[in-house]
Nanobody
Framework: QVLLVESGGGLVQPGGSLRLSCAAS????????MSWYRQAPGKERELVAG????????NYGPSVKGRFTISRDNAKNTVYLQMNSLKPEDTAVYYC????????WGQGTQVTVSS
C-alpha cells in the first residue's frame, strides 16, 4: 500500500523558513522521481519542485526558484523541501507525490506565512 506522510508545516512570519518532510512507504522509493505540490484555497494544485530518483536532477516552479530546495534521502525513504524567504503567497497545503504513483496523495501539511 502506497503511503505518503507529509510533516513540518506550520505558521511562520514572512521571510522565515520551514523544512517539510515526506516519508514514503509501500513502493520502491529509490526508483521513483518525487515531487512537491501545493494547493492554496480556491486555487488549483501546482507543482513546486521535483527531484529524480538519484537526487541529482532537480527542477522548480518559477515562483519558488532560488528560495526552495528539494532533496531526498533514499536510505530513509524521505523527500524534503527546504523553504526559505517565505512569502504570504506561499501559504498552502503542501503535498508530496511519486511519479509512478500519481494517484496517491498524503494528507498534506499546512504552511501559513503571515505576520
Amino acid at each position: 500500500q502506497v503511503l505518503l506522510v507529509e510533516s513540518g508545516g506550520g505558521l511562520v512570519q514572512p521571510g522565515g523558513s520551514l523544512r517539510l518532510s515526506c516519508a514514503a512507504s509501500g513502493f520502491t522509493f529509490s526508483s521513483n522521481a518525487m515531487s512537491w505540490y501545493r494547493q492554496a484555497p480556491g486555487k488549483e494544485r501546482e507543482l513546486v519542485a521535483g527531484i529524480n530518483s538519484a537526487g541529482g536532477i532537480k527542477n522548480y516552479g518559477p515562483s519558488v526558484k532560488g528560495r526552495f530546495t528539494i532533496s531526498r534521502d533514499n536510505a530513509k525513504n524521505t523527500v524534503y523541501l527546504q523553504m526559505n524567504s517565505l512569502k504570504p503567497e506561499d501559504t498552502a497545503v503542501y503535498y508530496c507525490n511519486a511519479n509512478k504513483y500519481r494517484g496517491y496523495w498524503g494528507q498534506g501539511t499546512q504552511v501559513t506565512v503571515s505576520s
